[in-house]
């Protein structure tokens, strides 16, 4: 099993569509999660970091479900600019500042 | 502006030679990370570095090299010994090594082997 595991998509959706993502990740014990969004061909940058009662950012929502080790991304009144793929990213117990990365989820909003 | 900068964007290598990826930072941060991603999967760590003159393997260190002898600088350099090097290297840094510091992205160099 990977240590983090997303649907790669591609999700394709209308604009103003709600969209969610969802993340598994294996290690029971893992101390943070975030999510990163990443342009086609860029580097990529934080969305948002998940907490465990969950947070909103705008359109964006993200919860945690410990006990069934996922965690998840809700766009709200998706836009043309939220096209990008999704990665999911964790932070296995052991200390430092190791991430793990998933392969990502694309989404592509249409007109 | 401060920021993280890699250079060059694109790297063209000819079989059997080591190249160095540039990583610069003038963020202050003490922590900095290389990765590479290949489609399909995720990012992979190769190297990081909690602390100038400082620095620990990633997963996947073979056929590479780090040295960081300034703060600011965190050079890889891609061996003859890496057998699959074509990918898209990505350097980022972070404030400290600690569990809540967020990573953050230099915009990538793509090298391609020929």
Not at chain 2, 25 to 38: E, S, T
């Amino acid at each position: 099993r990977k240590e983090v595991e997303q649907d790669p998509g591609p999700f394709n959706v209308p604009e103003g569509a709600t969209v969610a993502f969802n993340c598994t990740y294996s290690n029971s014990a893992s101390q943070s999660f975030f999510w990163y969004r990443q342009d086609c061909r860029k580097e990529p940058k934080l969305l948002m970091s998940v907490y465990s009662s969950g947070n909103e950012d705008g359109r964006f929502t993200a919860q945690l479900n410990r006990a069934s080790q996922y965690i998840s991304l809700l766009i709200r009144d998706s836009k043309l600019s939220d096209s990008a793929t999704y990665l999911c990213v964790v932070r296995p117990p052991g200390g430092g500042n190791k991430l793990t990365f998933g392969t990502g989820t694309q989404l592509k909003v249409e007109l | 502006d401060g920021g993280i900068t890699q250079s060059p964007k694109y790297l063209f290598r000819k079989e059997g030679q080591n190249v160095t990826l540039s990583c610069e930072q003038n963020l202050n941060h003490d922590a900095m990370y290389w990765y590479r991603q290949d489609p399909g999967q995720g990012l992979r760590l190769i190297y990081y570095s909690q602390i100038v003159n400082d620095f620990q393997k990633g997963d996947i260190a073979e056929g590479y090299s780090v040295s960081r002898e300034k703060k600011e600088s965190f050079p890889l350099t891609v061996t003859s010994a890496q057998k699959n090097p074509t990918a898209f290297y990505l350097c980022a840094s972070s404030i400290s090594s600690g569990n809540q510091e967020t990573q953050y992205f230099g915009p990538g160099t793509r090298l391609l082997v020929l």
